[in-house]
């Protein structure tokens, strides 16, 4: 897993970024519009949180300025009917902390406005995800995103972030057997590669 990619601007795009390593590679990251105008001017150091998505016909990597964003895309993956790309578009929407509220708010208009949300899927988006942002807290006003104590939806998010889509992650936990988070990992992974 790629958590983090630290280097120089090499190229700044209204959707993607590319970022030279000290190692002369560089890496393109999906970005949304909130990231890039985090995104320094090309020749300047950045380092950007991201997360790899494995495809059949595809390997994406999605950079986030902050690792709320992050996790707030990996949750609206988790959403059925959001893939990568309408993800990236709700979060170009604002920053983080305005997005949990609006979630909290249960603001469907705000998640409606953004391209390729109709009303079901902004409602779905809201019903869904709700109850797993905390709101605000602490002195810096970080925001708390809590995935709860369901050890079937650790096992699941676990997935997500080794880059399983969102409907193959559901059907690895269905079939998956165990009592803790670790356990049903476990049988999902073996069950992936049998």
Known sequence: MIAL?????AVRRPDHVVLETAGGVGYRLAVSAETLKQVPAVGRPVSLHSHLVLR????????FAAEEERDLFLMLLGVQGV????????LGGGPP????????AGDVGRFQA??????RTAERIIVELREKVGGLEGEDHAIVVTRGDDPRRIARD???ELGFAPAEAESLIALASGDSAEELLSSALKAARG
């Open 5 to 9: 990619v630290a280097g120089e601007v």
């Open 56 to 63: 059949d016909d595809t390997i994406q990597l999605y950079g």
């Open 83 to 90: 893939g990568p790309k309408v993800a990236l578009a709700v």
């Open 97 to 104: 902390r305005e997005l949990v509220s609006a979630l909290a």
């Open 114 to 119: 953004v391209p390729g949300i109709g009303k």
């Open 158 to 160: 676990g997935l997500l």
